[in-house]
């Protein structure tokens, strides 16, 4: 068996240091149910300590007061450091969440070098301030960074999530307090490692891997100005909660439950080959964006019912670190566990399996579940509205094009979509009618150039793209005098 990975201290402010207490975190595999990692677990005594030192570096530091082509140098830094080592990256999240090596070199390191691309592509051409005529005079509208941020992020897609908060406050000037989810703090520590190669300055990153009592401390502290959290919407609703108190700016990242709608004439293999992609490709459906409703004209229904069906029971279900795998294990025994009951409710409320429907066979240890698929499933039911984030996916039969859209849109959440059309014209005229942050015509992408978040209950701002950045500023306006006529 390898080396237990091991660290004794916690990341403050660039620095390596004890943690208050003796609390620790075990990783462990979600193939072989070993520990493969310790890390100490952050207590709130350290959130006090990182914040403090984050305020300072904020308050007083280099970091916020340097020019902005100054802060774009070292994040190019930490930007080609993961570039050049993303295969390390991707290795790291597998081990701690299971993510296959197919999806996780792409999906978690790739998109994670992508993040602090797009972020820095659209720094170099930010405008900080400029000049406009007001009512009253001429004025100075500046773009000041927000401040101390704390980031909170999930286990998913653990590095890129991190990157989607850190590389725009950074480049903004924000310091910021990172709690990774206890299920991968590895990928955080090594994200850390590169941004103190890259010469960061002190105090403006601090990384205290910890579970939620940690993180309530953290997003409730009154010297934090912005949280911004990706996760589930219990703790979204949580951590609004707790941001109320002190008015602290939030952006939330949230779950979904998107529909993918096939229209009728759209061609079969694209929807498929997207659809498969966007659910079990995805992470082994662990994916806020996936696909998991998909909504088939009744003229329709046998014929892609049979081919999701064949390429669902297709799909190589295994070890995540072969680079064959598309679906590996869940991250936890509690996901696996979630999944299986929403498989015997999805059931008991009459859907039907078509392929799928349980642990695949000969896995005993770690925490798989079959790629599945309900058919004649109701949008009213349990399996239809509420996430079950792992490879199961609903069949939902539809008679018209409004019904089809009324359906897509019947959910507490509206975070991502697709279409699948014939006539690319119309598909847009279809996509313009689900509300959701982000929807696909004729396939599934999530484009880190272009805003992403939700609608409803799928979240509060975006991330990526030129608006992503710009949620790492207050504007400022300055009235100037106006100009004598001497
Ligand atoms: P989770 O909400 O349980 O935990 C997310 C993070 O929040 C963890 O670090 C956790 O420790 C912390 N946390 C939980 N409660 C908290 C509280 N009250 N105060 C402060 N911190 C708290 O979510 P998860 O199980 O780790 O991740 C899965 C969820 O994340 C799914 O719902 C998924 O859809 C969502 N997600 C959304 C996006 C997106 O961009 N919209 C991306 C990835 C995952």
């Known amino acids: ?35 493969v990692a310790r890390v100490p677990h952050a207590a709130p005594a350290d959130v006090d300590a990182a914040v403090a030192v984050a305020r300072e570096a904020f308050d007083h530091g280099p970091w916020p007061r340097m020019p902005l082509a100054g802060r774009i140098a070292v994040v190019t830094r930490i930007k080609d450091a993961i570039a050049a080592r993303h295969q390390e990256l991707a290795e790291l999240v597998t081990l701690q969440n299971g993510s296959p090596m197919l999806f996780s070199v792409r999906g978690q390191a790739l998109s994670t070098v992508g993040a602090f691309a797009v972020a820095l592509s659209v720094a ?37 999530t991190v990157a989607a908060k850190l590389a725009p406050a950074l480049l903004a000037g924000c310091t910021v307090v990172l709690k990774p989810s206890p299920e991968t703090p590895l990928d955080a520590y090594w994200l850390a490692e590169r941004c103190a190669e890259a010469g960061l300055p002190e105090g403006v990153l601090s990384v205290l891997p910890a579970g ?10 009154p ?73 088939v004209p009744a003229s329709r229904y ?72 309900f058919g004649e499933v109701t949008n009213d039911m349990r399996i239809a509205r509420e996430e079950i984030f792992g490879p199961v996916v609903c069949l939902i039969r539809y008679e018209s094009e409004d019904e089809a859209v009324a359906l897509a849109n019947d959910s507490e959440f509206g975070l991502s979509g697709a279409v699948f059309t014939a006539d690319v014209e119309h ?41 992503g950045l710009a949620a790492y500023f207050e504007y400022k306006t300055v009235n100037l005098p106006a100009p004598t006529n001497a």
């Open 212 to 221: 939620r009592e940690t993180g309530a401390h953290l997003v409730g502290h």
């Open 124 to 160: 170099e051409t930010f405008q900080e301030e400029h000049e406009r005529q007001g009512v009253g005079g001429p004025v100075l509208v500046r773009r000041e960074p927000v401040g101390v941020v704390a980031a909170v992020t999930p286990w998913n897609v653990p590095a890129m």
């Open 302 to 373: 046998d014929e892609v019912a049979g081919a999701l069906t064949a390429a669902f029971g297709a799909l190589k279900v295994g070890d995540p670190s072969d680079p064959a795998t598309v679906v590996g294990p869940l991250v936890t025994k509690a996901q696996q566990t979630r999944n299986l009951d929403y498989i015997r409710i999805g059931q008991e409320e009459g859907a039907k399996v078509l392929t799928g429907g349980g642990v695949p066979e000969g896995r005993k240890t770690g925490w798989f579940v079959e790629p599945t698929l």
């Open 223 to 295: 010297d934090i100005d912005k949280v911004a959290f990706t996760g589930s919407v219990a703790a979204g609703k949580a951590i609004m909660t707790a941001a109320a108190a002190n008015l602290t700016r939030i952006s939330l990242e949230l779950g979904g439950k998107s529909a993918a709608i096939i229209l009728e004439g759209a061609d079969l293999a694209t929807a498929v080959k997207s659809i498969v992609a966007g659910t079990c490709g995805a992470n082994s459906g662990q994916a806020c964006v996936a696909l998991t409703r998909v909504l």
């Open 1 to 35: 068996m390898s080396e237990i990975i091991e660290y004794r201290k916690l990341f403050i402010g660039g620095r390596w240091v004890e943690p208050a207490g003796h609390d620790t975190i075990e990783v462990i595999s979600p193939v072989t149910e070993q520990v």
């Open 427 to 467: 598909g847009t005229a279809i996509a313009r009618r689900v509300r959701t942050g982000t929807i696909t015509v004729n396939g599934f992408r999530l484009d880190l150039a272009a805003p992403f978040g939700g609608y409803k209950n799928s979240g509060i701002g975006r991330e990526f793209g030129p608006e």
